[in-house]
C-alpha cells in the first residue's frame, strides 16, 4: 500500500475519525504530513470511499407521481393573461395586454392599453363577450 494511501486511511477510514469529509480530513493529515498536491488526493480519496457513496443521504425531496397536464377541449376554454406594465407613452398608451390561449399556440392578441384599472377590466370584459367565456 502506497503511504500516502496508509496515512490517509489511518486518518479518514478507522473507526475513531468516522469518516469525516474533505476539510476534515486534510486537517487531520496535515498536522503531521505534507506532500505536493495533498489536497487534491484528499479530495480524490474521499469522493470515492465505498462506504460514504452507499451511505450518503439523498438530500432532494422525493419525486412524487407523475401525472398528465389537463388538455382543454374547446378554444378559449382556458386562457392565460399577461399584462406589461409602465412602457414608455406611445399612441397614448403604457401599458400591453396578452392574451393567451391553451388551445390555440399560433395566434396570441395583444392589446395595447392605458394602465388603470378601468381600461383593464374593459379589455377583460370585451374578450370575455368576444369570445363566450
Not at 21 to 44: D, G
Not at 105 to 133: E, F, M
Request: glycine share 2%; proline share 5%.
Amino acid at each position: 500500500m502506497d503511504l500516502r494511501r496508509r496515512v490517509v486511511s489511518l486518518c479518514y477510514d478507522m473507526k475513531v475519525a468516522g469518516h469525516p469529509r474533505c476539510w476534515k480530513t486534510l486537517e487531520l493529515v496535515s498536522r503531521n504530513y505534507w506532500w505536493p498536491q495533498m489536497s487534491r488526493y484528499i479530495r480524490q480519496y474521499v469522493s470515492t470511499c465505498d462506504l460514504c457513496l452507499r451511505t450518503k443521504l439523498i438530500r432532494q425531496a422525493l419525486v412524487g407521481e407523475l401525472h398528465p397536464l389537463w388538455i382543454p377541449d374547446l378554444r378559449w376554454d382556458t386562457l392565460s393573461v399577461d399584462f406589461v406594465v409602465e412602457l414608455p407613452l406611445s399612441s397614448g398608451h403604457d401599458a400591453v395586454m396578452t392574451v393567451v390561449d391553451s388551445v390555440l399556440t399560433k395566434h396570441h392578441p395583444r392589446y395595447p392599453l392605458t394602465c388603470t384599472l378601468d381600461t383593464i377590466l374593459k379589455y377583460y370584459k370585451a374578450l370575455n363577450s368576444r369570445n363566450k367565456i
